[in-house]
């Protein structure tokens, strides 16, 4: 017989508390009400029913969350798994609700002499959650009780309380943005100080902004360099070159490592003794480098326009065949520059995180994710520079989810690649490795960026947590993960202050870049906490992780902020304000000068540290006047002239300025003692000094960006006609101010309804087809073409798909406002000289033989209109065209691209050479292509057809549709003929619906291809009618882009072998011809 000594198990069966926590401490009867009665009366914020703790072992290493300060080494004992917290894995189990925190199986004897009696545990858990959840069925005793109210979940824990978990992602126009975005941190209190004026018609603030806004969309416009002709002409002189280079080398290069320096540096001198003999990929790498390093050229960003230049002559340079010649080290070395630059220059900076998706798709490609020793022998410096590579595409990865707030997709598991050697570029020159021995005790070029890549686990674990869909985080998890953050953040930095003193150090801009990316981490761990901590002392300490973080880098980021005059007033108009000097600071330049990243260090801090200053002054209740911490002052009246500087430096973006003003008035205000009503005034004064100095600003960026020669005066421009709009006035303030809203809402229901006949089209992937270069989707595409000629293209997982998705919701907001236009306005814009560009009035198309008149109208906006610049342009526009002329173009040659990409894709399954295609097809000369923005009317009768559009085939070769609403219907069977109009179909068949599919866009051939190709392809009959059941109530919009030949084509078939030979046209017509006779056999009316 074991004679061991068992140890004793405590058996008592300790029953759920039946008063509330604060009832138990005062010793009072509780109601067991939610909340009780005591504490309604006692105003206690929270009224917590606590749960039986289990006792803690030492064993199990389950801390408790109630102190955050404790060390580190019972937080490693707890370290049960991999770095993501199990939260974030979804569960279908009845522990969905169970606080991650487990502890471990043990084989310990002690412990398993403990599970003996595992009978009675299972018992006493069983009675537990059976009480527990009968207590939380049952319902409130009274209806019109005041429960504490809380932005988020409340999900039990067998562990502790009840625990809080936050759910607070954002919808904005049609992205969505998690809890790690920036906008999180804005809250709606700072929304409230304007709320009212926003439905006020003849509010000055609202109408000044209004002005603000148009003004910026037109200087954005004039920056855009539009089609690129030529690579590499814009080259600075070799002394300002030097400086961009030298500005990127110290700087960025240093945190993300690209390049292999003395490599670059070697052809860069090459490139200055024989510029006509470089390489064009070195060319677009060196002015990249040097778009970035222009971002602190000089404090005003000086060299702004030759960097949106650089930019986008790089993506044109990736876009540009062939795509298959773009993945070598170089063109991924140029894809990581092009992501920083787009980020640093602020050329569509918000969808980066698309690129960077591409970017690691193409180094999983080039098998970056396997570690050089795997692969076939290659040199030392070809192994060390592919783990960099690696290195820094997590690190941009993991970076620009953060900032567009979603969730990251990678993890330590998806590579075997091992960390770069601590080693110098000059290190790499030689293949001896003996001489590396020692190098991680000195500081070396990799030195900053190994220190960065420490906490990459931790920094994934964090950001994979907060952007989880649907958030199972809870906030032990938030302490948990913030101890193990904590402890490695300690450790890199003291490895970064404790290099040997007489050698290399780290410069002022690495240290500080390394501890502002950790202190942004920790920021927005606790962020989500931030609004209960304002209010619930249980949260406390998020609130002072938050706001501490801020000061924290604020102060980093301009160290000047720590001069300033105490006594300076925290309001000053913008006259009065001196514009920021950053004394050559790199990293103040940045945040001044740069988009993306760089700036939200700066202002993230601010608007928190002012959400910080307003709360204090408020909870204030002493009898003499409030007294606010200095050092949130200093940064307040700090980022005043920090926001003119950025305007100045040529930012168009004036909401953060004009809220910060608006802030720092209301702090004035309450600290002078005003109270109620009386905050309001000083409030809209400083907001609408605040405006019309952003517009002076604006107003002077327009001038010497369009004019340089016009000098200071603005006499000959007409800013009341610029600035001309038809904006309503009853938008609330988050969709005036942030723009946080959504197409859908005057698009109407999504749900397409059940039980009418549709046709199941084909899903090609367009990602697959422009990355992946997927052969058998290419395969399935070229069958569709043949067989129907119409498909669903699914645009997710690639840039250009995004691009359209949030451009076809732009341009239908445009087209809501256009078609709102008075008659008599929008018949001034009408199809006249037979030019298809223009408005079309309802009943201006026959629908049948009859003479039936259509029921929509359209507006047609050309494509050689929108994309060359506005003195350039020959036609009469609408103001709104005019002012969303940016992202038409984009729209605009992303369509065209996408286009070209499948007639390519057609024509190498054809046996012709794409180029026959793209030389019938160029962007830059003049044919019939237009974005189509049209507006059915909601149906007027029950009985179908109300038609919209006659029934009809294509002029064009390939079309490009995004709708809403169902209207669209395709004859079953499709036509293989070119020819004039025909309102009835030449094939027996019957109408089906096209179901609209959500992040798909609808593409369908038309009858030049068929004529191209004699046949082969296929042109899809269709025609419009109002969408059926409840979607037939609202209007229909939609957006439509047309690839048409180019007008001096002549409309001749191509030759390959898999074309037939047809017989010889006695008369050649040109495009241009061919889409007049069409037009005209539609019968649309052209006002001569």
């Known amino acids: 017989m074991d004679e061991t000594p068992q140890p004793k198990i405590d058996q008592r069966r300790r029953r759920p508390a039946l008063a509330c926590v604060s009832c138990r401490r005062s010793k009072i009867r509780c109601d067991r009400k939610q909340p009780c009665g005591a504490c309604v009366r006692s105003r206690h914020k929270t009224c917590v029913f606590e749960t039986l703790r289990r006792p803690t072992s030492r064993r199990s290493g389950i801390a408790s969350t109630a102190d955050p300060s404790r060390t580190a080494e019972a937080e490693r004992r707890s370290d049960l798994g991999p770095v993501t917290p199990a939260s974030s894995v979804p569960t279908t189990n009845d522990r969905d609700h169970v606080s991650p925190l487990r502890e471990p199986e043990s084989t310990n004897p002690d412990v398993q002499l403990l599970d003996a009696n595992g009978v009675l545990k299972r018992l006493f858990h069983l009675e537990r959650r059976l009480d527990e959840s009968t207590a939380a069925r049952e319902p409130p005793e009274r209806s019109d009780q005041r429960i504490p109210r809380f932005d988020g979940q409340v999900i039990e824990s067998y562990l502790a309380a009840d625990i809080h978990a936050m ?72 002394d300002v070159a030097d400086k961009l280079v030298d500005s990127y080398l110290r700087t960025t290069e240093t945190v993300f490592r690209v390049l292999h320096v003395p490599s670059f540096k070697r052809d860069y001198e090459q490139y200055w003794a024989a510029p006509d003999t470089a390489g064009l990929p070195f060319v677009i790498q060196l002015q990249l480098v040097m778009a970035i390093g222009s971002t602190i050229y000089d404090d005003c960003f000086s060299m702004r326009k030759s960097a949106v230049q650089w930019v986008t002559e790089a993506q044109y340079w990736l876009l540009g065949p062939p795509a298959k010649g773009k993945l070598t080290i170089i063109g991924l070395q140029i894809m990581i520059l092009l992501a920083i630059a787009r980020e640093t220059a602020s050329v569509g900076g918000d969808l980066v995180w698309i690129h960077v998706g591409s970017l690691l798709r193409s180094a999983f490609y080039m098998g970056l994710h396997r570690d050089p020793s795997r692969l076939p022998k290659m040199s030392r410096l070809d192994g060390e520079i592919r783990r960099r590579l690696w290195n820094t595409i997590l690190e941009l990865e993991l970076k620009t989810s953060v900032d567009s707030g979603g969730f990251p997709t990678i993890s330590p598991e998806i590579s075997d690649t091992r960390a770069p050697a601590d080693v110098d570029d000059e290190d790499l020159m030689t293949e001896d490795e003996a001489k590396d021995a020692g190098a991680s005790e000195r500081f070396t070029d990799m030195s900053v960026a190994l220190a960065v890549r420490e906490s990459f686990r931790e920094r994934l674990a964090i950001y994979q947590m907060l952007n989880a869909t649907p958030f199972r985080g809870t906030y032990d998890d938030t302490i948990r993960l913030h101890r ?12 970064l202050k404790n290099y040997p ?68 007033p925290l309001v000053t108009s913008g006259d009065d304000l001196e514009v920021l000097s950053t004394e050559g600071d790199d990293l103040s330049r940045f945040a001044v000068c740069a988009a993306g990243f760089w700036r939200l260090l700066a202002s993230q801090s601010s608007m928190i540290v002012t959400l910080e200053l307003q709360t204090i002054v408020q909870e204030d209740e002493s009898l003499g006047p409030p007294m606010p911490r200095p050092d949130l002052l200093n940064i307040l009246r700090h980022s005043l002239p920090y926001y003119l500087s950025r305007i100045k430096a040529g930012e168009t973006n004036v909401k953060g300025y004009l809220f910060t003003t608006a802030l720092a008035a209301h702090v004035q205000a309450l600290l002078d003692g005003l109270t109620g009503q009386k905050v309001i005034e000083p409030i809209l004064t400083a907001a609408i000094k605040t405006e019309r100095t952003c517009f002076e600003l604006l107003k002077q960026q327009f001038v010497s960006t369009e004019y340089p020669d016009a000098g200071s005066s603005d006499a000959q421009f007409d800013w009341d006609s610029l600035m001309t709009t038809n904006e309503e006035w009853d938008n609330s303030m988050m969709t005036s101010l942030y723009e946080v809203a959504s197409v859908d809402g005057f698009l109407g229901p999504n749900d397409f309804p059940d039980g009418f006949p549709t046709i199941e089209l084909e899903t090609i992937s367009l990602a697959k087809l422009l990355i992946d270069n997927d052969t058998v989707e290419q395969d399935r595409i070229f069958e569709v073409c043949k067989g129907r000629g119409f498909f669903y293209l699914d645009l997710a997982g690639c840039e250009a798909g995004a691009t359209i998705v949030k451009g076809a919701g732009q341009a239908a907001a445009a087209a809501e406002d256009v078609f709102q236009l008075p008659l008599d306005e929008k018949m001034t814009y009408r199809l006249q000289g037979g030019s298809l560009d223009g408005y079309k009035a309802t009943g201006d198309t026959y629908t049948d033989k009859a003479g039936t008149k259509d029921t929509a109208e359209f507006f047609n906006v050309g494509k050689n209109e929108m994309i060359i610049p506005d003195d350039q342009m020959q036609k009469r526009w ?136 004699n046949g082969v392809l296929c042109a899809g009959r269709h025609r419009v009618i109002p969408a059926p059941g409840i979607q037939g109530k609202y209007p229909r919009y939609s957006v439509v882009y047309f690839v048409r030949p180019e007008n001096k084509c002549i409309m001749k078939q191509l030759r390959g072998p898999g074309i037939p030979d047809g017989p010889e046209e006695g008369q050649e017509i040109t495009a241009g011809e061919w889409i007049k006779q069409q037009a005209a056999g539609l019968g649309i009316q052209f006002k001569k």
């Not at 193990?484 to 490895?495: E, G």
């Not at 036509?975 to 866009?1001: F, I, M, T, Y």
């Open 167 to 238: 759910s607070r992602g954002v919808i904005s126009k049609t992205r969505y943005f998690g809890q790690s975005h920036w906008m999180n941190g804005i809250f709606k209190s700072m929304l409230e100080l304007f709320e009212h004026q926003s439905k006020d018609a003849k509010s000055e603030a609202m109408a000044v902004l209004s002005r603000c806004k148009t003004l910026a969309r037109s200087i954005k416009a004039q920056r855009n360099p539009g089609i690129i002709n030529k690579f590499g002409a814009n080259v600075p002189s070799r």
């Open 878 to 1013: 609408p103001q709104v065209i005019k002012a969303a002329k940016p992202f038409f173009r984009d729209y605009i040659v992303t369509a065209h691209s996408i286009g070209l990409s499948i007639l390519g894709i057609l024509a190498n399954r054809l046996g012709v050479d794409p180029a026959e295609f793209n030389s019938r097809h160029r962007i830059e000369e003049q044919s019939g292509d237009h974005v189509r923005l049209t507006r059915g009317p909601p149906r007027e009768k029950e009985e179908l057809p109300e038609i919209q559009t006659p029934s009809h085939t294509d002029f064009g070769t390939i079309t490009l549709l995004m709708n809403w609403l169902g209207g669209l219907q395709v004859w079953s069977e499709s036509s293989r003929k070119a020819q004039l109009l025909n309102h009835e179909p030449d094939v027996p068949g019957e109408w089906l619906w096209v179901r609209p599919k959500k992040g798909c866009a609808i593409i369908n051939l038309g009858d030049a291809a068929v004529k191209f190709t």
């Open 501 to 568: 003193a007489l050698g290399r150090q780290p410069t002022s801009f690495q240290c500080r870049m390394v501890e502002v990316m950790a202190r942004r981490c920790l920021m927005g761990l606790h962020l989500p906490y931030l609004g209960s901590g304002l209010k619930d002392p249980a949260f406390s300490f998020s609130r002072k992780v938050v706001t501490e973080s801020a000061v924290k880098m604020y102060y980093l980021v301009f160290p000047s902020a720590n001069n300033l005059n105490s006594s300076l």
């Open 484 to 495: 193990r953050f904590t402890t490695t953040f300690k450790a890199l930095m003291n490895r």
